[in-house]
């Protein structure tokens, strides 16, 4: 694994994806709508691709040439109605199929955890369309890691718990600095292939 792409490099938990993976020495192709929103010392350390994630021929040209695919994208806190994440994740599908990639990573969300009625009302909409993105992954065949975060923070890095296929989220909240860095180590780590992670941080004493 040399070079990943990152889609929604420029969000909170992409950002951090980002800088887990040149930490890593890994290449960078960070996938974005609007380049302005990447931090200067960033943006002269990745490869930076403008496209759109509903544009399927923008996303099938990032991901040529690449060894793994991170999919970080949100509704930059929107909880309208939408479908823009799944069909997004079926055009990065389609794309990874297209050049042949494989592995792939995505922050998904704990809610997915619960039946749909005990879903918080105002977070129902979006969770639908994460469970849509959720099914695009299971029936892609691809090498997918599905990270079903519970609540980001902006914490420190901290010590983290995972848990392979579990029936509910181990914890309450993952920091974005250990989110971002598990999407990117997760892509060479087999034992979470085809697999649901809850991850979380150890809760302080």
Known sequence: MKKIVIFGAT????????????????????????????PDDIKDKVEVFKGDILEPDSVVNAIEGMDGVVIAIGTRGSLDPTSDMSEGTKNIIEGMRAKNVKNVSACISAFLFYEIDKVPPRFV???????????????????????????????????????????????????????????????TEEKYYKSVIGLCNVPQQ
């Open 11 to 38: 969000g909170m938990t992409g950002l951090c994806a980002v800088e887990a993976a040149l930490k890593k020495g890994l290449e960078v192709r960070a996938f974005v709508r609007d380049p302005s929103k990447l």
């Open 125 to 187: 909409e979006v969770t639908k369309d994460h469970e849509r993105m959720f099914i695009e992954l299971k029936d892609s065949g691809l090498n997918w890691i599905a990270v079903f975060s519970p609540h980001i923070s902006d914490d420190p890095s901290r010590e983290i718990i995972v848990e392979v296929n579990p029936e509910k989220s181990p914890g309450r909240a993952i920091s974005k600095y250990d989110l971002g860095k598990f999407l990117v180590d997760s892509l």
